[in-house]
């Protein structure tokens, strides 16, 4: 049984959804859902699901102090679902290639800096594009910038809002996240 831990800023549906997939199996186990927001209904997710929640600061996250943390719970994978800030070099380095991140369309196009949730949508709509998806990539220490592992793709509608876009987006990170991870998880990283 391998331990995951959930890093996410927001909503939280992708870490729920991943708890779920993995909930009665003998593969894996979140253990941990972590947040720099401590608004974050990922949070009160956490705690509904009976998972362990903490909220930390960015000093925290920098000073080694959630490094110690997921030592302390004998991690073997990070999976960052909607988290916002730069993972530190220390915990990278801890993990390598260990940690993934999901990102709301086909990099290397519209990620980096800021773009994040519907401005991703939005950008996408606007530039024309037909197509959009989603990307499941490595973490170093750039924005949206590791090794793509797994792309998926959908169909941009020509009456396509930010919005209506992001839930089709939604249901293919739903699909296929904890998949990837499982896999991840089965077949070595
Ligand atoms: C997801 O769509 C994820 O791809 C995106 O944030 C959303 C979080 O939704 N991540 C990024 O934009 C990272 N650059 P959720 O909180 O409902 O899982």
Do not use: W
């Not at 996250?61 to 959630?66: M, V």
């Not at 991703?120 to 490595?138: L, N, W």
């Not at 919005?163 to 998880?185: D, G, N, S």
């Amino acid at each position: 049984m391998r331990n995951i831990a959930i890093f996410a800023s927001g909503s939280g549906s992708n870490a729920e959804n991943i708890v779920n997939h993995f909930k009665g199996g003998n593969i894996a186990r979140v253990v941990l859902i972590l947040s720099e927001n401590e608004d974050a209904y990922v949070l009160e997710r956490a705690r509904k699901l009976n998972v362990t929640s903490i909220h930390f600061s960015l000093e925290e996250l920098k000073n080694g102090k959630i490094l110690s943390t997921l030592k302390y719970y004998s991690i073997d994978m990070i999976v960052l679902a909607g988290f916002l800030k730069l993972f530190p070099q220390s915990i990278i380095e801890a993990f390598p290639q260990k940690i993934v991140n999901i990102h709301p369309a086909l990099l290397p196009k519209y990620g980096g800096k800021g773009m994040y949730g519907d401005r991703v949508h939005r950008a996408v709509i606007e530039a024309g594009e037909s197509e959009s998806g989603i990307t499941i990539h490595y973490v170093n220490q750039n924005y949206d910038d590791g090794g793509i592992i797994f792309q998926a793709r959908c169909s941009i509608l020509s009456d396509d809002k930010p919005e209506t876009l992001a839930q089709r987006v939604h249901q293919l990170e739903y699909e296929y996240f904890p998949k990837v991870i499982e896999k991840m998880l089965r077949e070595g990283y």
